[in-house]
């Protein structure tokens, strides 16, 4: 699962800048420490004349066919175990991937009963790029952009933390993502739930637990950082 993260736009826009390799021209990111479902998102993708694209999206996925935007099921992740049987993201998963930047994550484990926030992040890299799907959704005068990010089984090493992690994705992966010809059997090794990178996980403050609370805060250790592999 993942249902926060962080933008710190430098280095995240340098990463961005090296995927599109300067094709978009000038990116600027806004620094934002706790991003919540429903916020909007930027987004990369590919347009049909494959060009690059960096847009704002809901975080929660709206099916095209939907009768009106909606909360009512949790839409700001997607199980990639059923992308190709979901009826709102089988369309999408075929004809609509995108891309997710993202500085960290944030992740809670229960410990007895109490559950403690974690900041995850890569230790070496200067952001995640998660795999993503998006849509279009229109009501009578209203176009709404939004998007889900793809999530997995968490690795051994990482199933204390949570079950499920989202799917970073490596800079290979990012276009064999993108490319609507890519055969099944590559998309299945995309969205293996292995651990592209090495992460470091750190304790933060229950501040964050409040999507109201946007400040550095949200980031700073509570005790000592672990790195996985």
Known sequence: MCGRFNIISDP????????????????????RYNIAPTEPIPVLLKTAEGAWDLRDMRWWLVPFWSDQ????????????ETLKSSRAFREPFQRRRCIIPASGYYEWSKQGNVKVPYHIAPQDEPGFVFAGLWDRWRGDDQVLDSCAIVTGDAPENMR??????????????????????????????????????????????GYVGNSRNKDERCIEPLGETRVVK
């Open 12 to 31: 995240l826009t340098r990463l961005i800048m090296e995927i599109v390799n300067g094709e978009l021209g000038s990116v600027e990111l806004e620094t």
């Open 69 to 80: 935007p909606s909360t009512k099921y949790t839409m700001f992740n997607a199980k990639s």
């Open 160 to 205: 204390d933390i949570h079950a499920r992690i989202p799917i970073a994705l490596s800079r290979k992966e990012i276009f064999q993502w993108l490319d609507l010809e890519s055969s099944e059997e590559t998309l299945a090794s995309v969205l293996a739930s292995t651990l592209k990178m090495p992460v470091t996980i750190t304790p933060v403050s």
